[in-house]
């Protein structure tokens, strides 16, 4: 514990000087100054119909001249975009003109919230607190269809995008032979911002997919994720604006679902109502309440194959958690590898055997956003149903957060997390001591500098249960370099064996982990074929604390990477492996098998190649290929996608992987194998009909999910989902099936 907390403050003041030194310094520097776009009231209606032939629309403010991000970031685009932004009291619009090749734009499909770098769209950003942290994000087809997304943590890596956040607004587009054309009003209703606000960051970016060409207003390193805050310009409005009026949403549903489970002789019918309602408490801040909710997924979740010895997480795609999410989510590793809150955990509880299942939440809320320009908040508290006959006590979920804004665009956070039983929790039976509570707190720094330069995390988490003793803690110091096509990141992380976290994910405790990786990207100076090649190094260690810091884990691993001129990728990597196994472990999963034996060392290596088509094009398609040690034996793998769009309706896609483990006798070898076929059918902007098989030989399980939904008004559905699940071991016999029909309405009021 001692080495630990040495490296760990060693590194946390090697991470906080960068931003230290420039705390002060405002989110422009002065050797910058940034693009400025003025957006002008207007009393005259605006038809939105994508023609721009209103006057407002031939003012000399617009945004254009963009830069290239790709195939380089150094030259201006080849087919500019130009952007104009208006306003009233009740709509902020934008118009939007984009130059094209020709007119055969790349749509892949008429769903909402399409796939950003597989269609040509224009995105906007709206940074309405200037905080170089958080944004609004919408983005527009040239067939009309729209997007809108969140951007928290600064955009300087990939978690900090949540594409499943819902908001009302409307975008029309006009296509011609040369360009495309699109107007967007957005409700002022629907986004927060300061009362009297008269400036906000923004930026607009395209994707030109039909001329492989990427551009932004803000010039943005290739090294730097395109979302990337630190990259903003700046819009002025010719009048101040009023308050954010969020109005009072209602959302009820309807459920019915009729479903079996063929270990039972009888099926279930089940029929729901509940909603929610979100209500605006100030400028900043959005209060969301549930009563009975449905949480059924209406997406399924992708199955894989997991060859390692811990849990693998996924995403949360619950509307009622999607609202400022990051001030509850973010918490935790920066690498995304554990977390003291994860969303998905509330709802899921262990039955008497230790399998997850759906535990009904009977209420619940959450407060959350902006205090101020510094100060942000997130409490949240949920109360879910007791389950006797699973042996499942009704427990109270809570969390607490607060953040406060630090220099240019860091911040510093605090948060308590509580899972409390209250008496008997519901059933005649005892609750065990050891499980009336579990609690963790925490303080986190997050750094981001002005520039984008330096980005990481500190933090601290402490966890508490009724008969633990003090060892229940978890660090993190770590930090990124990223500038001039370096990216250098330095990492120490420690959980210790008593950490818990009920309402987190915490796949492995007991662990001191460092790392150390550095890539190098390269410019050919002929890009006719290769745009860019790149290095990386990775240097990673792992020493179990409660065994003396003996070593348990360390992957050598260099990888190089070949990105070409038409969007296609090839990247292969070589990996020298060590694994010490405290406890015996069958990587093949096997039923009955023997397992490898614990209390063992394992070196091997292992090599893998990877390689993309242009995923925009009509026709795309993969391949992988892996082989080498593994364990005590040897792993061979390959993997092959295909994909083909009758755009913009239909798209289908096929993947098959194969994993093959040879150990020696007496332990269990493996042949395993994943398929997964996808439809996705789009008769209009308002109806779509998507069908997903997945096949496991791992999970013996064949499952078969349909869905047809039809939005029918802005923001609310009808779905129709069929599930079907085989068991594919000695019978190949049904395991589940169910067919549910949901309905939902959002209500403005």
Do not use: C
């Not at 040509?120 to 269809?145: E, L, Y």
């Not at 400036?199 to 803000?218: A, L, M, P």
């Not at 509580?418 to 707190?441: A, K, W």
Request: glycine share 8%; charged share 20%.
């Amino acid at each position: 514990m001692k080495l630990a907390t040495f490296i760990f403050a060693v590194l946390f003041a090697v991470q906080v000087f960068p931003v230290l030194a420039q705390a002060d310094k405002p989110l422009i520097s002065e050797q910058y100054l940034p693009p400025k776009l003025t957006a002008h009231y207007t009393s005259k209606p605006i038809t939105l119909d994508g023609l721009l032939n209103e006057d407002i629309w031939q003012t000399e403010d617009v945004a254009t001249d963009l830069w290239q991000f790709f195939p380089t970031d150094t030259a201006k685009a080849t087919y500019q975009t130009a952007v104009r932004i208006a306003f009233d009291d009740e709509f902020l619009y934008v118009a939007i003109r984009a130059e094209a090749e020709n007119g055969n734009f790349v749509v892949s499909s008429l769903q909402r919230d399409f796939s950003g770098t597989r269609n040509d769209n224009v995105a906007i950003f709206f940074d309405t607190f200037q905080d170089g942290a958080n944004a609004f994000a919408f983005g527009i087809t040239p067939f009309g269809v729209r997007r809108e997304f969140l951007v928290s943590n600064g955009g300087a890596t990939r978690e900090g995008y949540n594409f499943t956040w819902d908001v009302k607004w409307r975008g029309e587009s006009r296509r011609y032979d040369d360009h495309y054309t699109a107007e967007m009003a957005i409700p002022l209703t629907s986004i927060k911002f300061p009362e009297g606000s008269d400036t906000w960051r923004f930026r607009t970016y395209r994707f030109n997919v039909q001329s492989n060409e990427t551009s932004t207003w803000v010039r943005v390193p290739q090294s730097q994720l395109l979302g990337n805050l630190a990259f903003m310009g700046e819009l002025h409005f010719d009048r101040p604006l009023g308050r954010s009026r969020t109005p009072l949403a209602l959302i009820p549903y309807v459920n019915s679902q009729a479903q079996r489970d063929f270990n039972f002789t009888k099926g279930k019918r089940d029929f729901g109502v509940g909603g929610d309602a979100k209500i605006s408490v100030g400028d900043g801040l959005a209060l969301d309440l549930t009563i009975n909710p449905d949480f059924s997924q209406a997406e399924v979740d992708a199955i894989f194959t997991n060859l390692t010895r811990f849990n693998i997480r996924l995403p949360e795609q619950r509307q009622f958690f999607i609202d400022n999410s990051d001030i509850f989510g973010s918490f935790g590793d920066y690498y995304g590898g554990f977390q003291p809150f994860f969303s998905r955990r509330i709802g899921l509880a262990a039955d008497t055997a230790g399998n997850l299942i759906q535990n009904r939440i009977l209420g619940g809320a959450r407060l959350s956003g902006k205090l101020d320009e510094n100060w942000r908040i997130g409490a949240l508290n949920i109360q879910t149903a007791a389950d006797e006959a699973n042996g499942i006590f009704s427990n109270n979920n809570s969390m607490l957060a607060l953040q406060r804004r630090v220099g240019a665009r860091s911040a510093a956070s605090g948060f308590i997390v509580n899972r409390q039983t209250f008496g008997n929790g519901g059933t005649d039976q005892e609750v065990p001591p050891e499980e009336r509570f579990n609690r963790v707190i925490g303080a986190e720094y997050l750094l981001a500098s002005a520039d984008g330069a330096w980005n990481g995390k500190t933090f601290i988490h402490k966890s508490f249960n009724p008969n633990s003793d003090n060892d229940g803690l978890s660090m993190q110091a770590s930090g990124v370099y990223n500038k001039k096509d370096w990216i250098a990141a330095i990492d120490v992380t420690f959980v210790g064996a008593e950490f818990d976290a009920d309402l987190g994910f915490v796949p492995r405790k007991d662990f001191l982990r460092t790392a150390i990786r550095g890539q190098r990207f390269m410019y050919p100076k002929n890009r006719s074929i290769l745009n860019r090649y790149s290095v990386e190094g990775l240097l990673l260690n792992i020493h179990r604390p409660s065994l003396d810091y003996r070593y348990t884990d360390y992957e050598r691993r260099v990888t190089g990477g070949l990105d070409f001129t038409n969007q296609s990728t090839f990247e292969t990597s070589f990996r020298q492996n060590f694994i010490y196994l405290a406890e015996a472990f069958d990587p093949t999963r096997t039923s009955g098998a023997l397992a490898l034996p614990g209390d063992a060392d394992y070196r091997f290596v292992d090599f893998s190649a990877e390689y993309s088509s242009n995923a925009t094009r009509l026709f795309t398609y993969g391949a992988t290929v892996a082989a080498g040690e593994f364990f005590n034996g040897n792993r061979y793998g390959a993997g092959a996608s295909i994909g083909y769009r009758f755009q913009p309706f239909v798209s289908l896609s096929a993947s098959l992987n194969y994993d093959g483990i040879r150990l020696p006798d007496p332990y269990p070898s493996a042949d395993l194998w994943l398929a997964t076929t996808r439809m996705e059918v789009t008769f209009s902007r308002s109806i779509f009909w998507t069908t997903l098989v997945q096949y496991s030989n791992q999970r013996e399980n064949l499952g078969i999910n349909s869905r047809l939904q039809w939005r029918y008004a802005p923001l609310s559905d009808l779905f129709l989902v069929y599930n079907d699940a085989y068991d594919t071991g000695n019978s190949w016999s049904p395991r589940f099936r169910s067919i549910n029909l949901k309905i939902s309405y959002w209500l403005n009021l």
